[in-house]
C-alpha cells in the first residue's frame, strides 16, 4: 500500500529544510497543498494529486488548513482511502523512509523519465 501523511510548509521561505539538512536531522516537506483553493473541486483535485503522487513515489505528503470545506472533502474521502490501497500513517514513517538513498534514487529516476 502507498503511504500518505501530512507535515507543515506553508511558505516557500521557510527554512526548515536548510537547518535540518545542516544539523542532520530528517526531514520531510509536504507534496500537496489540498486548500489553497477552498472549493470542493479544487481540494478534490488536490487529493487526486497526493493519491496520484503516492501511487508514483510510494508516499506523499498534503497539508491543509481546517477550513470547513477542507474538512467536509477530507470526511467523505477518508473512509475510501483504505479501499483505493492507501494507508495513512505518521510523518515519521515517511521521513524514515524518504531518508533511505534508495528511496531518493528511485524518486529521481521516476522523476525523470517524466522529462
Do not use: C
Not at 477550513?67 to 483505493?84: D, G
Amino acid at each position: 500500500m502507498a503511504a500518505i501523511s501530512s507535515i507543515l510548509r506553508t511558505t516557500a521561505r521557510s527554512t526548515a529544510r536548510a537547518i535540518a539538512a545542516r544539523i542532520s536531522l530528517p526531514y520531510a516537506e509536504r507534496d500537496v497543498f489540498l486548500d489553497n483553493d477552498i472549493t470542493a473541486a479544487a481540494i478534490e483535485r488536490q487529493l487526486a494529486e497526493t493519491e496520484s503522487l503516492a501511487r508514483r513515489y510510494g508516499s506523499a505528503i498534503a497539508i491543509g488548513h481546517p477550513h470547513a470545506q477542507t474538512l467536509k472533502v477530507l470526511e467523505a474521502w477518508l473512509p475510501k482511502a483504505r479501499e483505493k490501497g492507501f494507508d495513512l500513517v505518521p510523518v515519521s514513517a515517511i521521513i524514515a523512509t524518504r531518508g533511505s538513498p534508495l528511496w531518493r534514487l528511485a524518486r529521481d529516476r521516476k522523476g525523470s523519465a517524466r522529462s
